[in-house]
């Protein structure tokens, strides 16, 4: 019940948010989470607040907190599922929404066979697609990100 509560509160407080960064134009950094399990599908989430689609894990890092910590952290907190780094994929900005962000992408692997699960209030939805066989809601950038992995790139920088 909580969950759901939360998960409104994000939607009638995202648009505020939005406001906030028109004015303000925060900087801020954070990372994003390409999980890959042992068949090599992608673990994606829906957000309970905005227009993305499914989209990879990822949030803001504490104080004090290594971006690849903050990528096993968020990884855990939104989709109850435990990774292991494996490499940085690259860094990129995001100035949609009067935002500047900047993203690190991390590439993680599993640790185990395990089924996700939204277990945070920010996350409607959570589960591990093949690659080749994505949501149609599945995002732009989620796309884009997944075909420089497949290219084996590294090192990227650019816009999100």
């Keep these: 019940m909580k969950n759901v509560l939360l998960s409104h509160l994000y939607r ?6 939005r406001f906030y960064w028109r004015l303000r134009a925060p900087v801020k ?68 929404e009067g935002k500047s962000d900047h993203v690190a992408l991390f590439v993680c692997r599993a640790a185990a066979s395990q089924q996700p699960a939204a277990t945070s209030a920010e996350i ?15 995002s732009s950038g989620t796309r884009r990100r997944l075909a420089e992995l497949a290219q084996g790139r590294t090192g990227v920088w650019g816009v999100w």
């Design 12 to 17: 009638l407080a995202y648009p505020l948010a």
């Design 29 to 96: 950094i954070g990372v994003r989470v390409v999980v890959l399990d042992e068949n090599g599908r992608v673990l994606l989430v829906r957000h309970a607040y905005g227009s993305e689609g499914w989209a990879f894990p990822g949030g803001g890092p504490g104080r004090h907190e290594p971006l690849a910590d903050t990528a096993v952290r968020e990884v855990r907190e939104e989709t109850g599922i435990d990774c292991r780094v494996e490499r940085l994929l690259g860094v990129y900005d995001s100035f949609v």
């Design 124 to 138: 409607v939805a959570a589960d591990f697609f093949a690659q080749d066989a994505l949501p149609a809601e599945a």
